[in-house]
């Protein structure tokens, strides 16, 4: 009896200690950190258990009831590090007292007790301790059994033996704590994996008041000893799955992760659960078949879970289960009839609809045909049509019924998506149909982002599995075009100002995926698409921005991981599309939509921009993919654009600037390498290697401070990433052909317009910097000269204004003559900024002497008229005014003649109508006509002959639009003789006659756009004369008194209104309806008209691009609009020589003049008048010879004289406009095809040899053919044209043979 009375002894002094300390130190948080001593020797300790075992239960007992004793005394919770710092003193003290009386076997079995009675207090413990507390616990626990595993495993053992009454709360703890020792221990006993194992089957499928989480946690034990005994379980499992009963939820959650989580498995067991599951589908293949067990599963598959957003493990397998039986099921009805059964369920919740398509994915590993066939059978259902049908339904008066069917589309473009990801190459024939499938449910189901998500979720699984399958390449795909539209109408619809989801990048990896497919993606769309890319993601907010607006949501995403993400994943669109099309004309087309984005007055859509250029420089200098073939396209414009940006006030934008200088400037220099061999290209496959990554370096944006200079560049020319940004530029220039310099020179001189004070004092510098260099080797001097004029009195900033003077100086040295011819342009009258001009052009003494000497060569080689003196000018200046007054007394006639010749009856118009030739209707307006072309108006003239407006003067209703018209033209003409129409009309408002007083208010009403009212009347007269107009009795004259008091020369607030609402009329531009275009368009036409002379401002280059895309629309009205559209926003920018609209201007050519032949007599009229609206803008002459071509010429000559001012004027775009003659081939419309081939024979006639480098194969195939039909045409001119064009095509596509 002394070893009993010893353990009780130890535990008493213990007891007694503790509550020593607590009185001692007022108690102890619970929660306090201890440890307690470990165990020193695992085996004696096993082996006092094997002889002790019948004595540990009342050891446990004593201890049990005198902790419970001391802690109802103190009511203070246990203090376990008192228990492991000063309890193992004691025993071993006890045990040293009485060493006389006791054995080494005694101590170490003392020992054992204390470390045994210590795990069963914390296991006691677990049940009635706080979640932190029994956090605390588990993990010493864990501890001790790393020390002493047996000890604790058979003492969790027997305290589940030993307390059967513990509350299922606490043994769900215990089942916690037992699945974390075990997966503490690497080697766990045989005898404790058989005992354990029993424990776990027994509480499995157990029901308490805790439900599924009890069951769960007792699965979790099982699962637990996957890793020790996995036979044993495999075999549990195989036997319990296939005994021909539905099984129990807990085996199927155990299953359920297995199959999704193999760390509870060894390496060498995953292969055999695999086979496993393979087998067990096949043996439950027969139950399919059993009414009862069919019903059992798809019950467990359609109840509601504890909250419907979780997808339980054995919900999860099930799904998986379902569609692995399935797919070994041999009967093709079987297989159909459960998933149709399956399809029929409910659709409400996401995880449902994720294990639909999961089943029905599997099932189309084997019956394709099948899954295809039911899904869509379904897709023709009832309940599918009215989910379609009903799309209008609010929240809250939908039924359960209605939500349980609301997002079955969701379910259906999963299912497809699906399909295609386990069918893998199977899929590739039925790529197109899938899609198809696709686009529908996305155009026809209810907006939100259930659909967006499960849209995007099933495209890009089917763009992955086309992408893993070889002969992807071989096939071509149709319905891309759809999907891309799709994609770019997802895109547009996010929000503008916040980055909550990855959609933005999921729909650019998805189109970096489509670019390797066939067809390649046209031009046009391409050109969208980057537009809409870059708008929705390069104009997001800032940073810092989009991570408070993120603060406000419950669910936080990382807005910082999102942006990135989203960066690199345009930075590796742009990549795509270059792998796919590594070509200059390419780098180029890319450029030019980043080029507005480069110019932003906003820091960081800059900053995004630059490192968009940066990031894409360097991926092609990693890569060495560009082509070496053709020589750069613009890289004077891209050089300038840099240069500006190197001299930016942002210093991020400064070095990334500057780094992409150096990349380019690598690239400059392998394509001029011509000595050296061309390098081996990689394969579009290999481009995006393992090093990918390494060739993005800065594809995020938005980062704080320089970026480092480049490391370990493989280049020799990597000296050019250490120098200034100064001698970068200078390095490069040097290794400029003429033509880019050139281009280079014209965009800095664009830059001295801008906005921006730090752009145009950067602008200045470069030009500065260029001219210094090259200055003496430049041509077209004199333009250059005119430009900066032009730009010289809006410039502010004396320091640019210098350097722009500088510039003029030092062009003197070497182009005085060019310099002068284009100053005395502008020198009359000398205004102030001329009159610097001048000055800066003689600062040098030696250019001053020339200046004078050429300035007399022009008086010589211009003398003034004998008969030119003062009293001269009377006479000159009395047939002048006679010429006004007869202006406005035809226009006053005009009005009368209609008055009289009104009809009384509706059904005596079209009586008129048949005899307005003969009557003084036709006579008078003739006379107008003649007035305008004789008196130096017949750029008025013009203007209303190329719109067909003369008829707008034969109809009494019609007549204020024609005079409006025509008073319109005068402005946008500038007319010098506005100032003195206006001191002749403003008497005319106080005129008896109503139409002497209607004329003159429609006149002045559109003089108030032309400067020159302001030199005649103030701003307060005019708005005088215009409220006096008020009060005429005439409501027609009161109408356009009160529409000129709203006039933007009274409201300049207007300016920004009417500007602000351009982009919001631009998305309107792709709406479907044909009325609804056009008349959007209209809209902005009115809108510009109304702004005047101040124009689109920033929008101008955005309307030029949106509207041109619509030259080409199969519908008559909108080609006819998008063209008025064009030629109106021409006109609100002729005299400010903007250069990006320049490029849009010069690109619209070709297909204007293609469209002269148009089918559709609105459209042809438009495509003419805008055509010579774009060749003023251009400064193109003879001006008048091609407005009398337009107007009244139609033959082979007229058609000749066009292409000859197209080809004459705009040589750098040669390539350009016969890639854009040569599309037009494929033109439905005859007459634009026949004038294509025409365009492309008349530049093969003057430019052979640079024709036939730029055709391909395919090109010559096409042409031949179409002058083979031409052969046949009518008109005997274009035969024999034909003809000897076929000659050439023949030699030339004969020519590599030879």
């Not at 599309?577 to 480069?598: A, D, G, R």
């Amino acid at each position: 009896m002394r070893l009993p009375e010893l353990r009780v002894a130890a535990v008493n002094v213990r007891e007694a200690r503790r509550r020593g300390r607590s009185r001692t130190c007022g108690g102890r948080d619970s929660q306090q950190g201890v440890s307690h001593a470990c165990p020193r020797s695992e085996e004696a300790g096993g082996h006092g258990r094997r002889g002790h075992s019948a004595k540990r239960t009342r050891i446990f007992s004593h201890v049990s009831v005198s902790t419970k004793e001391s802690s109802t005394c103190t009511q203070e919770p246990p203090d376990y590090a008192s228990w492991g710092q000063e309890s193992h003193p004691t025993t071993f003290l006890l045990c040293r007292s009485k060493s006389s009386q006791t054995s080494l076997e005694h101590e170490l079995f003392m020992e054992e007790a204390y470390n045994s009675a210590i795990c069963f207090k914390m296991l006691r413990d677990i049940g009635t301790s706080d979640l932190l507390q029994t956090k605390y616990l588990t993990k010493k626990i864990k501890r001790m059994a790393q020390r002493c595993p047996n000890l604790v495993m058979e003492t969790i053992h027997d305290y589940f033996k030993d307390n059967p009454e513990i509350s299922c709360r606490h043994r769900l703890r215990l089942f916690e704590v037992l699945v974390t020792v075990i997966g503490t221990l690497n080697v766990l006993e045989e005898t404790w994996q058989k005992c354990f194992m029993q424990l776990a089957l027994e509480h499995m499928t157990k029901s308490t008041e805790l439900d599924d989480i009890y069951q769960d946690a007792a699965s979790n034990v099982l699962l637990a000893l996957c890793r020790h005994s996995w036979p044993a379980v495999a075999k549990h499992l195989e036997t319990e799955l296939l005994t021909g009963v539905f099984p129990h939820r807990s085996l199927l959650y155990v299953m359920g992760i297995l199959f999704s989580q193999e760390k509870f498995l060894k390496k060498e067991d995953r292969e055999s659960w695999k086979d496993l599951l393979s087998q067990m589908t096949r043996k439950s293949v027969p139950f399919l078949n059993t009414d009862v067990w069919s019903k059992e599963l798809l019950w467990a598959i359609t109840k509601a879970g504890r909250t419907q957003q979780e997808h339980a493990p054995e919900k999860a397998f099930l799904f998986v289960y379902y569609g692995l039986i399935l797919q070994a099921e041999e009967n093709s009805t079987t297989v159909r009839t459960h998933l149709k059964t399956l399809l029929e369920t409910s659709h409400q919740w996401d995880k449902q609809r994720e294990g639909i398509a999961l089943t029905v994915g599997l099932v189309a590993v084997r019956h394709l045909d099948d899954a295809w066939a039911i899904l869509e059978q379904f897709g023709r259902s009832t309940p599918l049509r009215w989910s379609l049908q009903n799309l209008s339904l609010k929240p809250h008066t939908q039924s359960n019924k209605d939500l349980r069917w609301k997002w079955a589309s969701s379910t259906m473009l999963l299912s497809y998506g699906q399909m295609a990801a386990w069918a893998k190459s199977h899929i590739l024939p039925w790529v197109d149909n899938i899609l198809s499938r696709m686009i529908f449910y996305f155009r026809f189901s209810s907006w939100d982002e259930t659909l967006k998500q499960s849209f995007l979720t099933s495209i890009s699984m089917l763009v992955g599995a086309i992408s893993r399958s070889e002969g992807a390449h071989s096939y071509e795909f149709s319905q891309t075009s759809e999907l891309l539209e799709c994609l770019m109408t997802l895109m547009e619809k996010e929000p503008q100002d916040t980055l909550l989801t990855s959609v933005h990048q999921q729909v650019i990896r998805i189109v970096s995926s489509l670019c390797a497919l066939r067809p390649p993606i046209d031009v046009e769309r391409k050109s969208r698409l980057l537009s809409i890319c870059f708008r929705s993601i390069l104009a997001l907010p800032q940073l810092d921005a989009l991570e408070k607006q993120a603060c406000l949501l419950l669910e936080q995403p990382n807005i910082q991981g999102l942006y990135s993400q989203t960066m690199e994943a345009l930075d590796h669109m742009l990549q795509c599309f270059m792998v796919q099309n590594p070509t200059v004309n390419e780098l180029h087309f890319l450029l030019s939509h980043l080029y507005i984005w480069l110019t932003s007055e906003k820091t960081h859509e800059r900053q995004r921009a630059v490192h968009r250029c940066t990031a894409l420089f360097k991926f092609l200098n990693h890569k060495q993919c560009l082509s070496t073939k053709e020589n750069f396209i613009r890289v004077g414009q891209l050089v300038a654009m840099l240069g500006i940006l190197c001299q930016d006030s942002d210093s991020t934008i400064q070095c990334v600037s500057l780094e992409a200088l150096g990349h380019l400037y690598q690239l400059l220099m392998h394509q001029k390498a011509q000595e050296t061999p061309e390098v081996e290209r990689e394969s579009p496959r290999e481009l995006f290697g393992p090093d990918a990554d390494g060739a993005v370096r800065w594809s995020s944006g938005d980062q704080k401070g320089c970026p480092p200079i480049p490391q370990g560049m493989a280049s020799k020319d990597d000296s050019i990433f250490y120098m200034s940004s100064d001698q970068a530029l200078q390095a490069i220039t040097n290794h400029l052909e003429m033509a880019e310099l050139t281009d280079l020179i014209w965009t800095t001189i664009d830059g001295l317009g801008s906005t921006s004070s730090s752009w145009v004092q950067a602008a200045a510098d470069l030009l500065l910097l260029v001219i210094q260099e090259h200055g003496d080797s430049l041509a077209t001097v004199g333009k250059m000269g005119q430009a900066i004029h032009q730009h010289l009195c809006a410039i502010q900033m004396p320091q640019a204004k210098d350097s722009a003077l500088r510039v003029i100086t030092l062009l003197a040295r070497n182009h005085i003559p060019e310099l002068v011819a284009a100053f005395l342009d502008f020198s009359t009258p000398l205004d102030s900024q001329a009159f610097r001009l001048w000055r800066a052009l003689g600062a040098e003494q030696p250019a001053s002497y020339l200046i004078l000497t050429v300035l007399l060569a022009w008086l010589q080689k211009r003398p003034l008229p004998p008969s030119v003196g003062d009293g001269s000018s009377y006479p000159k200046e009395k047939s002048y005014l006679r010429s006004l007054a007869l202006f406005l007394a035809h226009l006053a006639q005009m009005h009368y003649i209609l008055e009289l010749s009104q009809p009384t009856e509706p059904e005596q118009e079209q009586e008129v109508q048949e005899v307005a030739v003969l009557n003084p209707q036709s006579t008078s307006l003739e006379a107008l006509k003649s007035l305008l072309s004789t008196t130096g108006h017949w750029h008025d003239f013009a203007h209303l002959e190329l719109q067909s407006a003369w008829e707008y003067f034969t109809s009494i209703h019609t007549y204020p639009q024609a005079v409006g018209l025509l008073a319109r033209a005068m402005v946008q003409n500038h007319c010098t003789q506005i100032k003195a129409v206006l001191g002749y009309l403003l008497p005319n408002l106080q005129s008896q006659q109503e139409r002497e007083r209607k004329t003159a208010i429609l006149l002045l009403v559109e003089f108030l756009y032309s400067p020159a009212l302001l030199e005649v009347l103030s701003k307060q007269a005019a708005l005088t004369v215009l409220a006096q107009s008020l009060q005429d009795p005439s409501s027609e004259i009161r109408v356009a008194s009160l529409q000129g008091l709203g006039n933007i020369l009274f409201h300049p607030e207007k300016e920004s209104l009417l500007q602000s609402q351009l982009p919001a009329f631009l998305n309107g531009f792709f709406q479907k309806s044909e009325a609804v275009v056009v008349g959007i368009m209209g809209m902005v036409s009115d809108v510009l008209h109304r702004l005047g002379m101040q124009g689109a401002g920033a929008q101008t280059l955005s309307i030029a691009i949106n509207t041109r895309y619509f030259f080409d629309d199969e519908q008559d009205k909108v080609r006819a609009a998008a063209m008025a559209l064009f030629g109106d926003l021409v006109a609100t920018v002729a005299d400010r020589n903007l250069r990006g609209l320049r490029t849009q201007v010069c690109q619209s050519m070709v297909p204007l003049l293609l469209h002269l032949k148009d089918q559709c007599p609105a459209v042809v009229t438009q495509a003419k008048f805008t055509f010579y609206r774009c060749a003023v803008l251009l400064r193109w002459q003879p001006r008048h010879t091609l407005f009398c071509t337009l107007a009244w010429e139609n033959g082979l000559s007229a058609r000749h004289f066009l292409w000859t001012c197209l080809m004459t004027h705009s040589q750098e775009e040669f390539s350009i406009h016969l890639s854009q003659a040569i599309n037009y081939l494929h033109s439905h419309h005859r007459h634009i095809k026949t004038w294509a081939a025409l365009f492309i024979g008349y530049t093969t006639c003057y430019q052979p040899q640079a024709v036939s480098q730029m055709l391909s194969d395919k090109d010559i195939k096409l042409l031949s053919s179409t002058f083979k039909d031409l052969k046949k045409d009518p008109e005997p001119g274009i035969r024999e044209f034909a003809t000897r064009q076929l000659l050439f095509f023949w030699k030339v596509s004969a020519r590599p043979n030879q």
